[in-house]
């Protein structure tokens, strides 16, 4: 994994917008563009809340991402960890392997709880943090609407202090 580069946007929005037909891992309903991230990509800081991708054959295959949790200083030790994955990289032990990386990471940059929110119908990404030994602290029922069908969100989290 590395941190990710300005020049690495362009494919961190087309793996981000390839998940989102699926309604599996985003609530954005439609593709946002590379202007729409630039922003969100800029307030990442490699020394505190990094963006990381993942090569496969010289290209972006995979990026995960910590992010501050709710903006107030009491929670600055808690990120919330997004993480996706290209079509052709799911299944393959990608992300789990980022994910452990991301994971021994995270003291260094003073994180000592990291937060994931996940659709509770995306078993794949369900059973990979619960397997990297995050636990289910909370649910939030049919709080997401697409397609006029609601979604349950679940929330992990997992400690890294004794």
Not at 113 to 122: E, K
Request: charged share 25%; proline share 6%; aromatic share 10%.
């Amino acid at each position: 994994m590395r941190l990710a580069r300005e020049k690495d946007l362009p494919r961190i929005v087309a793996i981000y917008n390839s998940t989102v037909p699926t309604r599996q891992s985003t609530a954005d309903i439609g593709p946002v563009s590379i202007d729409q991230r630039r922003e969100w990509f800029r307030q990442h800081t490699p020394g505190e809340r990094p963006l990381l991708v993942e090569e496969q054959d010289g290209r972006v295959a995979a990026w995960i991402s910590f992010e501050s949790f709710y903006g107030r200083a009491a929670y600055r030790h808690t990120a919330e960890i997004s993480l996706y994955l290209a079509p052709e990289c799911r299944g393959r032990g990608m992300g789990r392997k980022m994910l452990a990386e991301a994971i021994a990471m995270a003291p260094r940059l003073s994180i000592k709880t990291l937060l994931a929110f996940i659709f509770c119908h995306n078993e794949p990404s369900l059973r990979l943090f619960r397997a990297m030994g995050f636990e289910q602290w909370g649910r939030l029922p049919d709080v997401a609407e697409m397609d006029g069908r609601p979604y349950s969100l679940a929330i992990y989290g997992k400690c890294l202090t004794a």
